[in-house]
T-cell receptor, first 113, second 112 residues
Framework: DSGVTQTPKHLITATGQRVTLRCSPR?????VYWYQQSLDQGLQFLIQ???????AKGNILERFSAQQFPDLHSELNLSSLELGDSALYFC????????????FGPGTRLTVL | LAKTTQPISMDSYEGQEVNITCSHN???????ITWYQQFPSQGPRFIIQ???TKVTNEVASLFIPADRKSSTLSLPRVSLSDTAVYYC?????????????FGSGTRLLVRP
């Protein structure tokens, strides 16, 4: 158990819909990262927050957005969903601003029908 | 364009040493190189991290040459339970911004 929790574990929705994925980092960790892993691609970095502020941005689509709240939990919002958005979404956390050892959650499996 | 390259797959036998190399030509100056292990339907798990030269912990060693454009993860005496996908992760400066780049992953199969 990494100490990072993600909800929900599974999510099935339809094209055009909007969903919110939630992540709680390990106690004491200030950075949260979001990654997408689809069957035909590896781990794609989406975005990183540190203590509520956006720190680094990867290949995150404009239809996706994220935020980190004062209690340090984070949410990833995916809107206007397409079939290609079906993937495993991982959240990770670490202590510092630059990435150190990241602890990954169990992931949320999103299926868009 | 920053790119991180790893072999797609490797086969080994129990008890052998396995070396997996990752090339990362645009690594950011201050960034570390980190390796992760991933089992099916699980999140990646940290193995080892280094900046330059050699780092060793209880499960692996990491070799990084002076130019830091590549790194080699060394797993001594692998066992069946080491069958997994191994990823390198680096930070890279791209398009005047900072991004985290995972390698494409190396699928290691350890045979008895």
């Amino acid at each position: 158990d990494s100490g990072v929790t993600q909800t929900p574990k599974h999510l099935i929705t339809a094209t055009g819909q909007r969903v919110t994925l939630r992540c709680s980092p390990r106690s004491g960790d200030l950075s949260v990262y979001w990654y997408q892993q689809s069957l035909d691609q590896g781990l794609q970095f989406l975005i990183q927050y540190y203590n509520g502020e956006e720190r680094a941005k990867g290949n995150i689509l404009e239809r996706f957005s994220a935020q980190q709240f004062p209690d340090l939990h984070s949410e990833l919002n995916l809107s206007s969903l397409e079939l290609g958005d079906s993937a495993l979404y991982f959240c990770a956390s670490s202590k510092g601003t630059t990435y150190n050892e990241q602890f990954f959650g169990p992931g949320t499996r999103l299926t868009v029908l | 364009l920053a790119k991180t390259t790893q072999p797609i797959s490797m086969d080994s036998y129990e008890g052998q040493e396995v070396n997996i190399t990752c090339s990362h030509n645009n690594i950011a100056t201050n960034d570390y190189i980190t390796w992760y292990q991933q089992f099916p339907s699980q999140g990646p798990r940290f193995i080892i991290q280094g900046y330059k030269t050699k780092v060793t912990n209880e499960v692996a060693s990491l070799f990084i040459p002076a130019d830091r454009k590549s790194s080699t993860l060394s797993l001594p005496r692998v066992s069946l339970s080491d069958t997994a996908v191994y990823y390198c992760l680096v930070g890279a400066e791209m398009d005047s911004s900072y991004k985290l780049i995972f390698g494409s992953g190396t699928r290691l199969l350890v045979r008895p």
